[in-house]
């Protein structure tokens, strides 16, 4: 019998110096890996968030608020005026089944928010609204309404020059409209830009798109049932990821209608009910985000500070202009390439004004910032940014936020989390798929390959910290709004011929709403 315990024992000792030896051999991997892969690309992130010279205010931010305020302008304010409308096209109301296309423009919508939705909404507004303050909030707000044109313009183009084949499939995106729609107005580069725009596509759909989306899902997996290994998450992930994605696009959208309005109502309900719990308290913190919007509130950077962090968490959150969502609204099933681009336009909205403003909210009322009862202005620590009630940051103050509330929140965040980075991966899927086929050419084998890559990188990113392949994700993701936004200012009069011809036909009587 004591042999047996002697081997037994010898046996569970090599077991568990095998599992250390290998954990520590992938924690060297991983340390390896992100210095190669820092000191490589390291350059490539600095230029693609570069501040402005004086400021701390990056470029590229800058670049995204710009377009958008152009496109407001240059289509008078259209976000604005044809809100009804747009919600009139979601419900179905203008929808001939008979139309080219793969998905519903709600499946469409669907799609493309359960891409931006998610991390940036929970964890990013807590960033934000901690370093500039409640007045971040307001011009968060700002931002995401003047995106609303952005994501019109991308969007209608993306309809208008899709490649449909044969078996009622379609590609578009901004590699086919920059191509195909540069070539139909004389302009040279069209090819080259459309070519630069799928790479940074792809590299953002294995990076932010999934290895990030993996990485915080596993990270919020071990705060509520404990440390493992992370490649099981992944692994999980990789297998569910792959049973939705082997469908095409409307598999993905069967997937993301249903997930995407039970995220949505159970963060935003569970939101609303903490505000109605504090309703005496809404006046005051609507007080704060506008006094703050305008002088600061004694926040490091003042009112600068608070206008650039809002404005870049809008622009990191909802994505207009990078036209990632493009490729999925060019799916929608449609003969009138503007209809699609008056369904996007709610996304920003959805996104950034409805759910963005409502962390921030929480987080104001709960009393999560640190105010000096004597002077009325926020505490700051050492780093510059308010001190919170429990000093935590990011998914963490925004946790704290609702658990103030409800003992139970956290794990109802916890689940939240999880379906945004599942709907989130399944979602740039897709992109990166229409980007990688866009350059190797269609057919079964190259979506295929693409796809058994993606779920790999899944793995890769749930089992890794890899922090140096993010950032440079992230920079790639923002690298692709540089050639949309050329692009999108290059084929603005095509936008405006289809809207002013659609509206005259709308106001006519021409195009009826359809019977269902």
Known sequence: MKKFTY??????????????????????IDAVVNEAFGNATGWFVNLIFAPLPGTSFPWIVLWLVTGATIFTVY?????????????????????????????????????????TVGLGNIAGVAVAVSIGGPGATFWMIVAGLMGMASKFTECTLGVKYRNEYKDGSVSGGPMYYISKGFKERGIPGGRLLAGIFAIFCILGSLGGGNMFQANQAHAQLTQVIGDYPGWITGVIFAALVFVVIVGGIKSIARVTDKIVPIMGVLYVGSAIVILLVNADKIGWAFGQIFEGAFTGLGVAGGLVGALIQGFKRAAFSNEAGVGSAAIAHSAVQTNEPITEGFVSLLEPFIDTVVICTMTALVIIITGQLMVNPETGLY??????????????SGVALTSAAFGSAFSWFPTILAIAVILF?????????????KAWTYLFGEGKRAELTFKIIFCVFVIIGAAASLGPVIDFSDAAIFAMAVANIIGLYCLMPIVKK?????MSRLKSGEIKKHKH
Not at 7 to 28: D, I, P, R, T
Not at 423 to 428: D, N, Q
Not at 498 to 502: F, G, I, R, T
Request: net charge negative; no cysteine.
């Open 498 to 502: 289809e809207l002013n011809s659609y």
């Open 75 to 115: 289509f008078g304010f259209v976000q604005f005026r044809s809100i009804g409308h747009s919600i009139a096209l979601v419900k179905g109301d203008y929808s001939d089944p008979n139309d080219a296309g793969e998905v519903s423009h709600f499946q469409a919508l669907a799609t493309a928010l359960s891409g």
């Open 7 to 28: 081997l037994f024992s010898a046996l569970n000792a090599l077991v568990l110096f095998g599992l250390s030896s290998s954990l520590k051999a992938a924690e060297s």
């Open 421 to 433: 980075a599942f709907s989130t991966m399944i979602s740039w899927s897709y992109y990166g798929l």
């Open 379 to 392: 505490i700051l620590n050492e780093g510059g940014t308010i001190m919170t009630a429990d000093g935590s």
